[in-house]
């Protein structure tokens, strides 16, 4: 519970014995196995869960509503024998919007450059549905190395797994098949296993501190978001965006190094498509604004290891979904482009 007396959902802060070792591994240095492993799968199977789990880290935001992640979001797992670099991606939909095309279009095309994939599926839903079957109709075209996950099994009766990834081979070789659950990290060692045998022999490509390729600027604003996917509905949350317009760093006077900070204070929009959205956004005399403020400030200091100062400022910008100056604005962009 927060000083609210919140709950935070899908809480992954507590979760440090994951992530790798923590040993100072140099860029460069061998490795028995390193590679790109790409997550792909329909919204809400829990991929970006996973990706946190895995590197012990809250670099991905989580709920429960479809179409949470909007880019490819890359995160590093080391040990003693493996550097994977994960790529979290948006959940493959069909989609209405050109910022769904976009994230479709990125998720696609992660999965093409990667040296394996891992196939995400909810358990709960049982058999393939027609995404999972275009999925692996273009994984089998390209000749990917793929793993599937059958996820969210705390939530899924034992009977019913089998039936599932038998209905699953049938339309894949899969290199392998592991029920697991994100949420608790039951079998995601076994996940890592399997995972890590497709990968070749190589130099790691990274140094083990170099974590993410998120800035602490980008995780800020989706953390901002992710609290706005919490406490709005319907079609409110989709329709949000959120964009920093500054943040500004002071030092303890007696810092010891660029991250010995006293406070950073943080100015972002929040971005949606009606005016009657931002009503609900600010809600009545600003106490919904005031509560996705602190709760994101809370989450925001958890990352920043210091003191927060948040000013949130709502704005009204029509079918910004489908403009692309604006979605370029917002940090939306095809990858294929950059
Ligand atoms: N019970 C259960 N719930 C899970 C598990 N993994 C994820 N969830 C829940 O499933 C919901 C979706 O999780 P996300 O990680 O955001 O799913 P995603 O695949 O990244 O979704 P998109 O970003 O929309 O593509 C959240 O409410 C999670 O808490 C699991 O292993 N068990
Ligand atoms: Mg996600």
Redesign the pocket.
Known sequence: MNELGLAF??EVYELDNHGGDNIAYPAGSPCAHVGYVS?L????????????YITGMKV???????????TNIRSIYNTEDVQMIFT??????KPSTKLGKIMVGNSINSAKNSDAVLL?A?G?FGTPGDIEKELIKRLKEENKKTVLAI?????TEKEKLLPIIAEYGRLMDFKAVVP?????G?NVDVLLQELEKLLPEGPRMFDSEYMTDQTEREIAKELIREQLLKYTNQEVPHGIAVEIDSFEEKLKDNAVDEYDREIVKIKASIICERKTHKGIILGKDGCMIKKIGTSSRINIERLTGCKVYLELFVKVREDWKNNDLMLNSFGYKSEEDR
Request: hydrophobic share 25%; glycine share 6%.
């Open positions: 959902e899908d997550l799968g329909r919204p809400n199977v829990g991929k970006s869960t996973l990706i946190n991905a935001i989580v709920s429960h509503k479809p179409q949470t992640t909007r979290d991606t948006p959940g493959v939909h995400i909810d709960r996820n969210k099994i705390d939530d697991i659950s994100a949420r608790t039951d």
